[in-house]
């Protein structure tokens, strides 16, 4: 057996999530499809670097498996990449060292978040940015941003009910970016790791102070207080990118 | 009754075209039917600047209707907006004197037209851009486009079984730009009017001379044999958008 790591992108509009469950399509389900074909009937388990729910998207998941023989990189890649539902796509492919973990051995993540702010929202972006159709503060969004920097315990943007004890995390970077057309904002988010939803109530609870609702200010007193209802609402899967995840 | 005239946009992957038709939902059926909820059940046609085939898409269609009283524009764009499917966005509503039509009075329509050259094809665009995995030389493609400008008959570029008798075209504009990244060719075509997928034709044609399959100075004597067969496939459909339609 070797050890392959790939990087995935995958839309995430008809999805049930990563990770397999009993019903509904899965990404994780789909790959281990097509590694069983490839491997002659072999069942071949999949490990991602994590979850992602529902209609979240990525651009460089993360996987790693066992294949019973090693094969050239390119031809791994391209069987892969051809043999899954063309809502997956196989970006790289590398052999790693059979000690290799997708999901314990993870450095940084980073994820992306796509907001619509134009009027009407766009048709072509319906599955793929969220949307908020109300009046924004940009400056407001800019000023709160870097509050989120830093090692803080993270209660107050963690969705209740998960069942992690340290809700410590470390947020490297924080930035939001307009597009040229000015109908769309990008946040990028650059950690060691986040809570369960914590970068869509991230991006909730800085709608609501672009919007006026929250003060700019109110980040550092919400992260101390460690109750999730003083954050904002949860903003919609759609929006999201698991981007890149790097390793040591 | 007022006459209106709208911009829409829509995102053509779930219609089966523009123009209503027994079987299949189309763009047409659908405004139609919002208009008849916003009317209390009465009856309004919508003309368009002209059909889109199945599975593409439209960032800047133009119709027009008679609706029984006169209401205040950006009441009329949201009502339309948002009481028809989210696939369909209402951009802009303008009153226009009574005999306005989109369709008979065109004066130069545009068209976009995307193609993903990326490997693998991106998940995200798989509905928006026509994938291309071949070799291209983007220098024969540029040499070739101004051979398309100026007015031709373009017999050559039209689909078999089209029932319309002059062929005779002009086109003011065919550019070909590739985005930062390097995996997106964006075509764009602005004329007088085009023959039935006449612009799916030129992009299948262009990309055969981008991989060397027809020659680079070849489209002069194509356009002036009249020989469909001499051009290249029709492009898929998921590349093209009506990108703007201009009246006198």
């Given at each position: ?16 999530g990563f990770q ?6 899965t990404v994780q ?19 991602g670097?994590?979850r992602t ?8 998941q ?187």
């Amino acid at each position: 057996m070797v050890r392959y790591k790939a990087i995935i992108a995958y839309d995430g509009t008809n999805f049930h999530g990563f990770q397999k469950q009993p019903n509904g399509r899965t990404v994780q389900e789909e790959l281990e499809k097509t590694l069983k074909k490839m491997a002659n009937g072999q069942t071949i388990p999949v490990f991602g670097s994590g979850r992602t729910d529902s209609g979240v998207h990525a651009v460089g998941q993360v996987i790693h498996f066992d294949y019973p023989q090693e094969r050239p990189l390119e031809r791994m890649r391209f069987a892969l990449d051809t043999q899954s539902p063309e809502d997956i796509a196989v970006k790289e492919v590398e052999l790693v060292p059979e000690d290799f973990h997708a999901r314990y051995m993870v450095h940084e993540k980073t994820y992306q978040f796509r907001v619509d702010i134009g009027k009407p929202r766009s048709p072509f972006r319906r599955h793929y940015a969220s949307y908020y159709p109300y009046p924004l503060d940009l400056k407001k969004i800019e000023r709160a941003l870097p509050d989120l920097l830093g090692t803080h315990d993270f209660t107050s943007f963690c969705a209740a009910g998960s069942s992690i004890e340290d809700k410590t995390r470390t947020i490297y970077e924080a930035t939001m970016q307009v597009n040229d057309a000015g109908d769309e904002l990008l946040f990028t988010f650059r950690g060691n790791g986040f809570l369960y939803k914590m970068i869509r109530i991230l991006v909730g609870t800085l709608l609501k102070i672009g919007n006026g609702r929250i003060p700019e200010d109110a980040i550092p007193e919400i992260i101390a207080k460690k109750d999730r209802n003083l954050a904002g609402p949860t903003a919609h899967p759609e929006g999201l990118y698991l981007y890149e995840v790097k390793y040591e």
